[in-house]
């Protein structure tokens, strides 16, 4: 059975960095690749960007490239993104996402407080 | 970007009623479009992908068809559990971009 278990909740102060996990099983890391999805409280789902885990390789979304940087461990079989200099506007929840949206992590909730 | 037009906003329906909502595409997709169920607290679900290939699990009650560049997610005998927000996402060009949502309600 195909899983994506993603980090806890995160608390971050304006102009921080978070980094949120996903953990994949159940099936081979490499074979497919990480999406990662926002929802902002009450609205709906952007598209962040993609990592290939195998050749780590990345697409963003053009107005999350100064923003989000993802990452991968195939020892671990983990995908990564990080938040960075956090505003109000990335209080949200992450999801990671593969094969196309046959897969959801349960996502994780970035709340940006001072 | 592919722009995903989604409508209605909101439906509010009665249980057993058949509802359609619908997804414009600004451009050609090639039918890679997915509709996902998405409750509150939770993750969206897979309902339907590559525009009308049910995914496992999912009754029978629920599918898609498209004309052109129009998606629809048609679901019959509403039940109650059928309460939910719905979304079309394209994944046919990157990056990929989903509709607005659809909340359903039944009365």
């Known amino acids: 059975e195909v899983q994506l278990q993603q980090s806890g909740p995160e608390v971050g102060r304006p102009g921080s960095s978070v980094k949120i996990s996903c953990k994949a099983s159940?099936?081979?890391?490499?074979?497919?690749?990480m999406n990662w999805v926002k929802q902002s409280p009450g609205q709906g789902l952007e598209w962040i960007g993609w990592i290939d885990p195998e050749y780590g390789s990345t697409d963003y979304a053009e107005k999350f490239k100064k923003k989000a940087t993802l990452t991968a461990d195939t020892s671990s079989s983990t995908a990564y993104i990080q938040l960075s200099s956090l505003t109000s506007e990335d209080t949200a929840t992450y999801f990671c996402?593969?094969?196309?949206?046959?897969?959801w992590g349960q996502g994780v909730m970035v709340t940006v407080s001072s | 970007d592919i722009q995903m037009t989604q409508s209605p906003a909101s439906l509010s329906a009665s249980l057993g009623e058949t509802v359609t909502i619908e997804c414009l595409a600004s451009?050609?997709?090639?039918?890679?479009l997915a509709w996902y169920q998405q409750k509150p607290g939770k993750s969206p679900q897979l309902l339907i992908y590559?525009?009308?290939s049910l995914q496992d699990g999912v009754p029978s009650r629920f599918s898609g068809s498209e004309s052109g560049t129009q998606y629809s997610l048609e679901i019959n005998s509403l039940q109650s559990e059928d309460a939910a927000t719905y979304f079309c996402?394209?994944?046919?060009?990157?990056?990929?971009?989903f509709g607005a949502g659809t909340k359903l309600e039944l009365k």
């Open positions: 590559d525009a009308s």
């Open positions: 451009e050609d997709i090639y039918s890679n």
């Open positions: 996402q394209q994944h046919h060009d990157y990056p990929y971009t």
């Open positions: 996402v593969c094969r196309d949206g046959f897969y």
């Open positions: 159940g099936y081979t890391f490499t074979d497919y690749v």
